[in-house]
């Protein structure tokens, strides 16, 4: 009964899904927006409860297969909100109607429940479930709007990749079980350091680094991310951009710090290298994109690497960078992609020309997408730029130690540099572009979304002015990962 | 009222407040922007005359702890350094805030954004703490890009605007590197300027660490104040920017990385400062020679301008370079000057891009006769600019050679022929073709500024610089500490700091400790 | 000759190999999911395989999760495979390239 | 009161200036009057002060810098001593005299506010240059001159001539301000002060303290005479700064401002004559050469004004030249004693042209006048007094003054010598030339029919200024300024003091009164009824090249186009093409470049995809295990 209680929260989200999953056959379609609030409003209840629990150390369930630690619920919390947009979003946008409401929002709590059992993963048996069931969940949800050739593109695209992804995964996971003889953590972490050795064991690694590595989109996995993210919905393609790659990244933390923490060092340069070359893709293909999506996607790639530099420093420092930045990112690309989710809806669009007069035919979305832009580009006072200060000093200071890492601070310094070019770029085009033959009539924006993206925009300013708060929660989570 | 922070944050609130408020009411947003610029520029002579002019100790100082786990306070105060560029940066930002009348179009956010520049580069100036210090800078910055982007002039003005993105955020990022490596060396524990230098001058870095860390900070803020040759940008910004911001930016904004350079590279570093400063001595003579004659060959009005903008520079960077109290004293006068120089002429080249649509200069002629109130403005302004007495500019520019001399500086000579000749040159060549000769018949009906209201801004930076160029002993009183100090702490035994604080180490943590009840 | 772990698992590697093959060369999506397919078995036999060998049941337990989850995924994949081959009457990778650079 | 006094003095003209500017720019009789108040209450003052033999220094700190090592003091520092008590009356007596006829002069000019308001801020920095204790305070008010001279050349800004004139006179004095402000700092740099009280007691007590630097500090410093005081090679804007009004050209480009390189030399004596210095030597030459090659230029030249400009470089030459002899008597009172009665018959001069021009309608050639003595009686009697004493003429100033610097040649240097009693006969010939075909020679155009003697006030300050120029040289005002170098003041009577020339050194007295005999003459068989100048067809190419002013004007322009214009144009080359084009466009073009082609990775077939993907996985793979 204690481990139910422990995986309450999983739990909860999951029953949620079934039950809008039911209730969507008895209610009529003018209620189905009900029924979104109601998800939404549960996930809020489900949030607030997530204060409840005060992990005094780590706690496990189910044989060890399942631990809650701040860690854990920081990621938990972090799911639950994006959760919570992602769903706002959806009600508010009409794609939808083509698929069932219902459907999609139980899709998209499904995949909320496999990314926070993600975060409490100590098995690799339950580390490759819950990464299915997001995956899965995903390649639905990609293909959404499935009489859109482009929305079914991507989902073949990403099923294909997903689905190559999972399989190194798998043969990973069965290649570190056969050097180790066993899939817990907590085992894995206590074996001698002979067996640490074993090549076999470092093989098995690296391939669970390469599933990890499609679900981060950084280089070399990243190919599919610009297709994907250019095709999918936009409520999908946000989940896609904050949850999944959270989901990417709370795993990579935990395997690195608490599974097998002797490899540490080896992985150093791995991921160093992975970092740098990350951010010189997606930042240089960036450069001459016009499609606000995929512009998005390449900048995704573009900041698995900046996170990437943070979790490559392995020292608490670099990790709370990681966890600081991703809470940034999350809020500044819900807001990119409910301007986003709007504009597509008006304009049948997404390029830059489709953004030209947007401040005048709403103000708001203007503001909107020029908040995210900043915060992305990295200039105060927004959280953005904090994340990137977080990131810097943590590489600076693992400098002393690796003085690769000056490289890579070369590497993300010009990087910067560079995305302000097509940052700024969207900025102008929403304020001074010149509109086409489009009519210019003034955009609507429902209350749904326009209450997610005021949120939005203040959760951006407000991480940016005052990050004590965030930073504090990242420091607990990284300690109770074991880092000082 | 006269508290630092409502200096600060008067302009930030007031932008707050006007985003607030709908588009309709358009006089609204410029009366707000005016009184909250025009209350922090008053509140800012209280200050400068109400501190104890000369003991350079921290005062009117303000703390707020901020993130204490990384060592960051929200921490303001004046001292000797900063109080002349918080002084003339709220002039600057009222008298930019007038001159804003040319705007007609979306106001709003025009205005918005002149008050974020505004607060934040006061911001910039009165923090001692690294992390805000950088913080506000950047606050300050970017309306500058979006300002030139939306409000900007001329065909090239989408090419300025990206150069001057990319240029300056390169430039920012590279000090903000070189910030965050000091920080870590000197033990990651805070952020704050008057701990770091009590720490570090009982401490000081290892040699490697400084002489690696120094020029991070010095390219970085170099690149900020268009140190040859990374000065493309500014030439080319100055001229596509709308009048307000080129004034904001060429004023005031400009001298933080001068500022950054007095207030943190050379003091905290000084093995650094000492191994590298002759590096930049040399460099200078880019911006004073080279740019010198760059400007010379300009034929539009605010090229030249930009270019000896760029050339005045490196009269701070020599001042800087020579790591003598009259240079140093001499280099933040410079500083305090140019700001109101730059911003004077950039108002007054606005008013005759407002007025003529052009300013190639080959065009103009004569026009003294038609505006003898921006005129006469205009040839002071000018002859300001190369370096006449009685205007702010001279004893800056004098100490600065003065100090460079007694640091054994022969390029002093080239320095001197490129203020004193080269200065004369093409200032004078722009009186010449721009008020003096044959006044074109279409230019006949052009219209002087026409009564007080309009000419209040000119007379206002015009009075910054003649009320500094005839006492300039008001500053230089106050500047005098705190350059001493710095000089002191590279070459001299005696240890960098600021005066009449607690000497005990770690007082300002116990502060802030104490403030939060953090443990 | 008894076949030892050695022999599994390069049997196992050979299939996860032909299954990559099979994903690179083939054109056909249903040919490549099932090199998909084929590669997870691979990843199977290799479990069962060293569950065997070191004398645990775990990686068996792990043999049917990833049956499941298999499953699951062929249910969706095929059903997206469906949906666009009734919108393009084609399963060729050629046919999805509208999105690109 | 004493203490005030010299502020009141300095600070009057300064008031005048600004309240003009503030308030009547367009009023241009209040701001006349404003203007000349001031300007005679100086005059008053200084009087005052110079009947109490008033001396000792008045300061207000300007800057004041100092830590252990060193320390920098600049003072705005009055100075009250011989020198400065009697260069005050002189430059506000000859300066009221000429604000008073300025009043006359630019009557019916609208700019008149303008005009008055640069003659107080110009008498604002004579005076501060007069008065200055301190190096740094004198280059302040040195550029201040400057800057006036530049406003009040370019008066009439409409014209293109006045507008370059103004132009070229302040750039050649900012490159000898260039020299001169180098050699501040190097005075500084090696004796740590610039107070010029503190200097003079460091150098008596050492006067070697200078070192092997002596010259070239001696140099540097004279550079700043010889923009200001227009010495060859600086010497050509003066000519050209008679674009501006008349009576400027008196004050300024006469009397006062182009005298204070002479006035700045006498003040910094004791820093060129300090042993192992060689600067005066240069100093004697420089003055010499000026002195010839102005006084050659000058017998070519048809306009009234310019004539008189290359007399007054040609005086100016004669000054530096006596500053530069003056180093084995150690007292170069000489000089300042020439330039005294310099100013009062050089003011004269301009002032009796101006009348000239004013009655003629701005007409400026002499060949177009003639016959004035009839029209402008007033004015040409002034003017020969003028021309009298400038030709060293006894009994008059110019006389005693100019004797004593061809004693001082003769002593010193007979080379020089030899070129200032040549200079003295050539001087003789150009004026005499200038007053027999401008005033006593038949008219040669129809203008001086319509001429008319010009109102009282302006001929009343040419009589006023025709006292001191005949009578100056018996107020003793030589050895007035020996005090200030320690001389001992020797009584004479009046009598004495005619014949004193010829007692004491009376080769020199002689030779230049024949070279004055010979000049006068040679003009009267040339010019008395000449209608058309004879010597272009005498002298050919000489001439030629004496009216085109040896070509200096073309060989700096030349020599500017290629150093200096050309510089700029390479850098402004370099800047526009190789910084911003090339290395700035370059790197940005290859960054997108590269995006470009990066991208193309990006096929959209899924093949490629998950080629790149295993490919991908191969690469982690040989780096994470090959090594």
Redesign the interface.
């Known amino acids: 009964m204690n481990d139910l209680v422990l995986m309450g929260l999983e739990g909860a989200v999951l029953v949620t899904g079934l039950a809008v999953l039911l209730l969507d056959l008895w209610i009529t379609p003018d209620q189905r927006r009900l029924l979104g609030f109601g998800a939404i409003a549960t996930l809020g209840v489900i949030f607030c409860a997530s204060f409840a629990y005060l992990p005094d150390g780590t706690q496990y369930a189910f044989g060890g297969m399942y631990a809650l630690d701040e860690f854990a619920l920081y990621f938990k919390r972090f799911f639950l909100i994006a959760g919570m947009f992602v769903l706002l979003l959806s009600v508010g946008t009409s794609h939808a109607e083509e698929g069932g409401q219902g459907e999609y929002l139980s899709l998209s709590l499904f995949a909320l429940a496999g990314m926070m059992f993600c975060a409490s993963a100590a098995n690799l048996a339950l580390l490759f479930v819950s990464l299915e069931l997001v995956t899965v969940t995903f390649y639905v949800l990609v293909g959404f709007q499935r009489r859109r050739l482009a929305s079914l593109e991507a989902a073949i695209k990403y099923l294909i990749i997903g689905a190559l992804s999972s399989a190194f995964l798998v043969y990973g996971i069965a290649l570190i079980y056969g050097a180790t003889g066993t899939l817990d953590f907590r085992q894995l972490a206590s074996l001698p350091a002979a067996v640490m050795e074993s090549r076999i064991l470092w093989l098995g690694a690296l391939f669970l680094f390469v599933g990890l590595g499609f679900k981060m989109a950084a280089v070399p996995f990243q190919i599919w991310a610009p297709d994907v993210y250019q095709g999918a919905p936009p409520s999908t393609t946000a989940f896609l951009a904050v949850g999944s790659k959270a989901a990417g990244f709370v795993l990579l933390l935990r395997v690195l710090h608490q599974t097998l923490p002797v490899l540490e060092t080896r992985w150093l340069h791995l991921l160093m290298g992975v970092a740098g070359l990350s951010i010189a893709y997606g930042v240089l293909c960036a450069i001459p994109q016009r499609s606000l999506k995929r512009l998005l996607g390449y900048s995704s790639i573009a900041n698995a690497g900046y996170l990437l530099i943070g979790v490559a420093t392995l020292s608490a420092a670099g990790a709370t960078a990681a966890l600081y930045y991703l809470a940034g990112y999350l809020y500044t690309v819900l807001a990119a992609f409910i301007v986003i989710a709007v504009v597509l809806q008006h304009t049948g669009r997404d390029d830059f020309d489709s953004l030209a007069g947007l401040h005048q035919r709403s103000p708001l979305l203007a503001a909107g997408l020029t908040f995210a832009m900043v915060s992305l580009a990295g200039i105060p006072p927004l959280a953005g730029f904090f994340g990137k200060f977080l990131v810097l000093k943590a590489a600076l200071a693992a400098g002393a130690e690796h003085p690769g890492f000056y490289w890579l601070l070369g590497i993300a310094v010009v990087g910067v540099v560079i995305s302000l070019y097509y940052y700024f770029g969207v900025v102008r085009a929403v304020y001074w572009g010149t509109p086409g033959e489009q009519p210019a009539g003034p955009i609507r924006v429902e209350w749904p979304l326009q209450v997610a993206l005021y949120l939005a925009m203040v959760a951006i300013l407000w991480l940016g002015v005052m990050p004590n708060q965030i930073t504090n929660l990242a420091e607990l989570a990284v300690k109770s990962l074991g880092l000082r | 009222m006269a508290s630092l922070s409502f200096i600060i944050f008067c302009p930030l609130l007031a932008a707050l407040l006007i985003a607030a408020i709908p588009r309709n009411f358009k006089v609204l947003f410029r009366l707000i922007a005016l009184g909250a610029t025009f209350l922090p520029a008053l509140a800012a002579v209280r200050l400068f005359l109400g501190m104890e002019p000369a003991s350079g100790r921290l005062q009117y100082e303000e703390f707020v702890p901020w993130v204490y786990s990384l060592g960051i306070s929200y921490h303001v105060g004046v001292d000797g350094l900063n109080i002349g560029l918080i002084l003339m940066g709220a002039i600057v930002g009222f008298a930019a805030a007038c001159i804003s009348r040319e705007i007609t179009d979306r106001e709003k956010e025009f205005y918005l954004l002149l008050l974020l520049m505004t607060g934040g580069i006061l911001g910039a100036f009165a923090s001692y703490d690294l992390f805000f210090f950088y913080f506000f800078h950047e606050l300050a910055l970017v309306p500058t890009f979006i300002m030139i982007g939306v409000w900007g002039r001329g065909d090239r003005k989408n090419y300025a605007t990206f150069k001057i993105t990319l240029y300056l955020s390169l430039g920012a990022l590279l000090s903000l590197i070189g910030l965050l490596a000091l920080y870590l060396q000197a033990g990651g524990q805070t952020f704050n300027i008057v701990e770091l230098t009590r720490r570090l001058s009982a401490n000081p870095l290892s040699p490697g660490a400084q002489q690696a860390i120094f020029p991070l900070l010095m390219f970085g803020f170099g690149i900020l104040v268009s140190l040859w040759p990374f000065h493309t940008w500014a030439p080319l910004g100055y001229a596509a920017a709308p009048t307000a911001t080129a004034m904001m930016h060429a004023g005031v904004i400009k001298k933080f990385g001068l500022y950054g350079l007095l207030r943190v590279a050379v003091p905290l570093l000084p093995a650094g400062a000492e191994s590298w400063l002759p590096v930049l001595a040399l460099l200078c003579l880019g911006n004073l020679v080279y740019c010198g004659l760059v400007a010379m060959r300009q034929r539009d009005f605010n090229l030249l301008l930009g270019n000896s903008s760029v050339a005045h520079m490196g009269f701070v960077f020599l001042g800087i370079a020579s790591l003598s109290l009259v240079g140093v004293t001499g280099a933040v006068l410079v500083m305090v000057a140019h700001g109101f120089l730059a911003a004077l002429s950039f108002a007054l080249s606005g008013y005759l891009h407002q007025r003529l649509g052009t300013l190639e200069m080959v065009q103009m002629g004569g026009l003294l006769k038609r505006l003898p109130f921006i005129g006469t403005v205009l040839a002071m302004a000018l002859l300001a600019g190369c370096g006449l007495p009685g205007f702010a500019n001279f004893p800056g520019e004098a100490l600065v050679l003065f100090g460079a001399v007694k640091a054994g500086q022969w390029w002093v000579i080239l320095a001197a022929w490129s203020g004193l000749v080269i200065g004369g040159v093409y200032m004078l060549r722009a009186i010449r073709q721009i008020l003096h000769g044959h006044l074109p018949e279409r230019w006949a009906g052009v219209p002087d500024a026409p009564h007080a209201w309009h000419k209040l801004p000119y007379a206002l930076l015009l009075a910054g610089l003649v009320v500094f160029g005839c006492f300039p002993g008001l500053l230089t009183k106050r500047i005098q500490p705190n350059a001493s100090r710095i000089v002191q702490a590279v070459n001299g035994p005696m240890l960098a700091g600021f005066p009449g604080e607690p000497e005990a180490a770690g007082y300002w943590l116990a502060r802030g400790r104490k403030v939060t009840g953090h443990e | 000759m008894t076949p030892g772990l050695e022999h599994y ?1 390069v049997v ?1 590697l050979l299939l ?1 190999a032909l ?2 093959l099979g ?3 083939r ?1 056909n ?1 249903l040919v ?2 099932m090199s ?1 397919e084929m ?2 078995n ?3 036999l ?2 069962v ?3 065997r ?4 049941l ?2 068996q ?2 043999v049917f ?2 049956i499941t ?1 298999a499953a ?2 062929v249910a ?2 095929l059903a ?2 469906v ?2 081959y009734r ?2 009457q084609s399963a060729h ?2 046919d ?6 | 009161m004493e203490y005030y006094l010299p502020w009141f003095i300095l600070l009057l003209p300064l008031a005048s200036a600004v309240a003009i500017t503030l308030t009547s720019l367009r009023k241009g009789v209040v701001a006349a009057r404003l203007s000349i108040g001031a300007c005679v209450l100086a005059f008053v003052l200084s009087a005052v002060l110079f009947g109490r033999d008033a001396s000792g220094v008045t300061q207000f700190n300007w800057i004041s810098l100092s830590d252990g090592a060193t320390s920098f003091i600049a003072d705005i520092a009055l100075r009250l001593d011989p020198l400065s008590r009697l260069m005050l009356l002189v430059v506000t007596g000859v300066a009221s005299a000429i604000h008073v006829y300025s009043f006359g002069y630019m009557r019916h000019d609208p700019g008149m506010g303008r005009y008055f308001a640069g003659l107080s801020l110009f008498m604002f920095s004579m005076l501060g240059i007069v008065l200055a204790d301190n190096l740094l305070m004198l280059f302040i008010f040195w550029e201040l001159v400057g800057v006036s001279s530049y406003l009040l050349i370019g008066f009439w800004y409409e014209k293109e001539a006045a507008a370059d004139a103004a132009k070229k006179a302040f750039l050649t004095n900012r490159v000898g301000d260039f020299g001169f402000l180098l050699g501040i700092i190097l005075v500084w740099a090696l004796l740590g002060t610039l107070d010029i009280g503190a200097l003079k007691t460091k150098l008596l007590t050492d006067p070697d303290a200078l070192g092997a630097l002596a010259t070239a500090a001696g140099l540097l410093l004279f550079c700043g005479a010889v923009g200001k005081s227009a010495q060859f090679p600086l010497h050509v804007w003066l000519p050209d700064a008679m674009e501006g009004p008349t009576p400027v050209s008196a004050l300024i480009h006469a009397a006062t401002m182009v005298a204070a390189g002479v006035y700045l030399l006498c003040r910094l004596f004791f820093l060129l004559d300090v042993p192992g210095s060689h600067a005066l030597v240069v100093i004697a030459w420089t003055g010499g050469l000026t002195a010839l090659l102005a006084a050659l230029m000058a017998v070519q030249q048809d306009d009234i004004k310019r004539i008189l400009a290359y007399s007054t470089l040609s005086q100016l030459g004669y000054m530096v030249m006596a500053v530069g002899l003056s180093g084995s008597a150690d007292n170069p009172s000489p000089a300042m004693y020439h330039l005294t009665t310099h100013a009062f018959f050089k003011a004269l001069l301009f002032l009796g042209a101006g009348s000239v021009i004013h009655a003629l309608h701005h007409e400026q050639n002499i060949w177009r006048m003639g016959g004035l003595v009839r029209r402008l009686p007033l004015t040409f009697w002034t003017f020969l007094v003028g021309t009298l004493a400038l030709c060293g003429v006894p009994p008059l100033s110019g006389f005693f003054s100019k004797d004593g610097i061809l004693a001082l040649a003769q002593h010193g240097n007979l080379a020089l010598f030899a070129l200032a009693v040549l200079v003295a006969g050539l001087t003789a010939f150009y004026m005499f030339r200038l007053v027999f075909v401008a005033f006593i020679g038949p008219a040669k155009s129809q203008a001086p029919d319509h001429a008319h003697e010009s109102p009282p006030v302006m001929t009343a300050p040419l009589v006023v200024l025709a006292v001191p120029s005949v009578l100056a040289g018996f107020w003793g005002i030589n050895e007035y300024f020996g005090q200030q170098y320690g001389a001992r003041p020797v009584e004479h009577g009046f009598l004495a003091t005619l014949i004193e020339p010829f007692t004491h050194a009376p080769g020199a007295a002689l030779s230049g009164l024949i070279a004055t005999t010979a000049g006068v003459a040679l003009a009267f068989a040339l010019y008395r009824n000449a209608v058309t100048d004879p010597l272009p067809s005498r002298l050919g190419l000489v001439a030629r090249w004496l009216r085109d002013r040896f070509y200096f004007d073309e060989l700096y322009a030349g020599l500017i186009r290629w150093t200096q214009d050309a510089l700029a144009a390479v850098a402004d080359f370099v800047d526009r093409w190789v910084v911003a084009g090339l290395v700035v466009k370059g790197v940005q073009g290859s960054v997108e470049l590269t995006g470009r082609l990066l991208r193309l990775v990006q096929t959209g077939n899924l093949q490629t995809y998950s080629f790149l993907f295993a490919a991908g996985v191969a690469l982690l793979l040989y780096f994470a295990l090959a090594r």
């Open positions: 698992l196992s996860f299954g990559l994903v690179i060369i054109r999506l490549i999911y998909l590669m997870l691979a990843a199977n290799a479990l395989a060293f569950s060998f070191n004398n645990n775990n990686g337990v792990m999760f990833i989850v699951a995924e969706v994949g997206l495979i949906a666009l919108q393009r990778v050629e999805l390239a509208t999105m690109k650079l």
